[in-house]
């Protein structure tokens, strides 16, 4: 069984920062990628950014230039920094991970982490 552990959510005012991170435990051979999701109230989930377990990262249009991505492929944990909040950011955060298990690709979710941008 694989988990997810989110942490780092919060209340922040805009132009402030945070940084979510994510560990997957468990009997994984390898992730090869860790990305992080967002779903504000009333919209789709939506991608925010991914990063492949070779570095190679893509960002959603709406947080280039402010947010990072990077992980630690040792400790299987991801992280997103993220700068110069906007209210628009608010939104429940989720870790997603595609992870070879016993010779298969399973996709697995945390459980969320509420991020909220105050103006």
């Known amino acids: 069984q694989v988990q997810l552990v989110e942490s780092g959510g919060g209340l922040v005012q805009a132009g402030g920062s945070l940084r979510l991170s994510c560990a997957a435990s468990?009997?994984?051979?390898?992730?090869?990628?860790m990305e992080w999701y967002r779903q504000a109230p009333g919209k789709q989930r939506e991608l925010v950014a991914s990063?492949?377990?070779?570095?190679?990262?893509n960002y959603a249009d709406s947080v280039k230039g402010r947010f990072t991505i990077s992980r630690d492929n040792a400790k299987n944990t991801v992280h997103l920094q993220m700068n110069s909040l906007k209210p628009e950011d608010t939104a429940v955060y989720y870790c997603?991970?595609?992870?070879?298990?016993?010779?298969?690709?399973?996709?697995?979710w945390g459980q969320g982490t509420q991020v909220t941008v105050s103006s």
């Open positions: 990063q492949t377990k070779f570095g190679s990262s």
């Open positions: 997603h991970i595609q992870a070879w298990i016993s010779g298969m690709l399973r996709p697995y």
């Open positions: 468990g009997t994984i051979s390898s992730i090869p990628v």
